[in-house]
């Protein structure tokens, strides 16, 4: 029997984030980062940077990322009782039906 059956495999996945902190903060789904031992974080351009996982909240499906990069172009997220019929709105994610 061949050793190379018995190598591990590497598991990889993928999800999306949303920059909210030009010092390199940035919020995504629990879903995407839940038992990762490793975060890596592609931006638009191509570069692809090591992320640290900051935190979680489960209950509401978020987790916040940081990667070290500044001056970065940040999503403006904006205050939901202000919007009106006619806005244009991005929602992120379906956590939970919520």
Not at 14 to 41: A, M, W
Not at 58 to 82: C, E, F, H, Q, W
């Amino acid at each position: 029997m061949h050793d190379y059956f018995l190598q591990p495999i590497p598991v990889t996945g993928l999800g999306s984030g949303v920059i909210v902190r030009e010092d390199g903060y940035i919020l995504t789904n629990y879903h995407v980062v839940e038992g990762v031992e490793h975060v890596e974080v592609a931006l638009s351009r191509g570069k692809v940077l090591k992320g640290e996982l900051i935190g979680v909240d489960r209950r509401t499906d978020l987790a916040l990322l940081k990667i070290n990069m500044k001056n970065l172009p940040v999503a403006v997220l904006g205050d939901s009782s202000k919007l009106k019929v006619g806005h244009i709105v991005l929602a992120i994610s379906n956590p939970l039906g919520l």
